[in-house]
């Protein structure tokens, strides 16, 4: 069974900016539908932004749309998420998500079953 792992987060100052990737191992991540969640401390799990196997097919949650970017590079078989003018309330755990039959409803990804074990982000002054 594969497994998805996430690196990238860390602290940074309110209109700052990070890039959050995501691997896999045991399975190509170009070949999945793969989404970010995020979770914040008290808060239930939100999904941020999906991409289907098409990169240009991207989805975002409203409150990052225009802020965050979502990417593919199919020679890594990675995928990214940019983050920029990040805001205290974008602090979460971030979690990267699969599965060989996920498929992007809107910014959610459906039929998840492969996280990772995610990154921290800390936006704060």
């Known amino acids: 069974q594969g497994q998805v792992a996430e690196s990238g987060g860390g602290l940074v100052q309110p209109g700052g900016s990070l890039t959050l990737s995501c691997s896999a191992s045991g399975f190509d991540l170009d070949h999945r539908a793969v989404a970010w969640f995020r979770q914040a401390p008290g808060k239930e799990r939100e999904a941020v932004a999906c991409v289907m196997t098409a990169a240009y097919e991207t989805h975002y949650t409203d409150s990052v749309k225009g802020r965050f970017t979502l990417s593919r590079d199919e020679h890594q078989k990675m995928v990214f998420l940019q983050m920029n003018d990040l805001k205290p309330e974008d602090t979460a755990v971030y979690y990267c998500?699969?599965?060989?039959?996920?498929?992007?409803?809107?910014?959610?990804?459906?039929?998840?079953?492969?996280w990772g074990q995610g990154t921290q982000v800390t936006v704060s002054s």
């Open positions: 998500a699969t599965g060989p039959r996920a498929y992007c409803a809107g910014s959610l990804l459906r039929r998840v079953s492969d």
